[in-house]
């Protein structure tokens, strides 16, 4: 099973930026699999924020992040999510994910038990 960790969460005033990254290691499947960010705020449940192909020619994005939230990925086993306009309500703690069918993503939702998930990184954003 392919090991996913995320990095680069902090504290942030609204309209700052951050960059989130996801560096895998672990299995090669990672290189031709599609890879998605997930957040989950305080008292909500995980969901869905962008996805990406695995060639990077593809992504979808949450109407909440559009415009705002860029997905890309690096030497296939490398994703970041950079974040700009933060707002208050962007405070979540952060998870990459993948191995899952890029159908998944398109529906928005992938179960806490699919596929491979990082740890997490806290993103703060103060008003």
């Known amino acids: 099973q392919v090991q996913l960790v995320e990095s680069g969460g902090g504290l942030v005033q609204a309209g700052g930026s951050l960059r989130l990254s996801c560096a895998a290691s672990g299995r090669t499947v990672f290189s031709n699999n599609a890879m998605g960010w997930f957040r989950q705020g305080p008292g909500k449940e995980r969901e869905f924020v962008a996805a990406i192909t695995w060639s990077g020619d593809t992504t979808r994005y949450a109407d909440s992040v559009k415009g705002r939230f860029t997905i890309s990925r690096e030497n296939k086993n490398t994703v970041y999510l950079q974040m700009n306009s933060l707002k208050p309500e962007d405070t979540a703690v952060y998870y990459c994910?993948?191995?899952?069918?890029?159908?998944?993503?398109?529906?928005?939702?992938?179960?806490?038990?699919?596929?491979?998930w990082g740890q997490g990184t806290q993103v703060t954003v103060s008003s």
């Open positions: 994910n993948t191995d899952v069918p890029w159908r998944a993503y398109e529906s928005g939702y992938v179960s806490p038990d699919q596929g491979s």
